[in-house]
């Protein structure tokens, strides 16, 4: 069992910028590949981004591609997004998820191969 739990949502302008922060704690939580969601009102939760448990490969969709960036400090178990040059549809509940071995990369951003989730938290973008 792995618990997540995320932090550092909140209000910001457009524009400016968050850092999400996931902390993983349970048996071997270092050694899971991680992924952030969101899921914004009357919408499907969707992928963001993930890193590999070494931290060795990232994955981002393209609405994020260099506006945020997914790293992790295992001494620390915990996993990072930092999210700059926000924009009004980055408003959403952010979601940190855990898996563990994954067969492909394409299963790093399908929200059914992710088994632990956090409890979200809120990122709202103002003008």
């Known amino acids: 069992q792995v618990q997540l739990v995320e932090s550092g949502g909140g209000l910001v302008q457009a524009g400016g910028s968050l850092r999400l922060s996931c902390a993983a704690s349970?048996?071997?939580?270092?050694?899971?590949?991680m992924g952030w969601f969101r899921q914004a009102p009357g919408k499907e939760r969707e992928f963001v981004a993930a890193i590999s448990w070494n931290g060795g490969s990232t994955y981002s969709s393209d609405s994020v591609k260099g506006r945020f960036t997914i790293s992790r400090d295992n001494t620390k178990n915990t996993v990072y997004l930092q999210m700059n040059s926000l924009k009004f549809e980055d408003a959403a509940v952010y979601y940190c998820?855990?898996?563990?071995?994954?067969?492909?990369?394409?299963?790093?951003?399908?929200?059914?191969?992710?088994?632990?989730w956090g409890q979200g938290t809120q990122v709202t973008v103002s003008s």
């Open positions: 349970g048996r071997t939580s270092r050694n899971y590949n």
């Open positions: 998820a855990a898996s563990g071995y994954f067969a492909s990369t394409s299963y790093y951003s399908e929200n059914r191969r992710y088994p632990y």
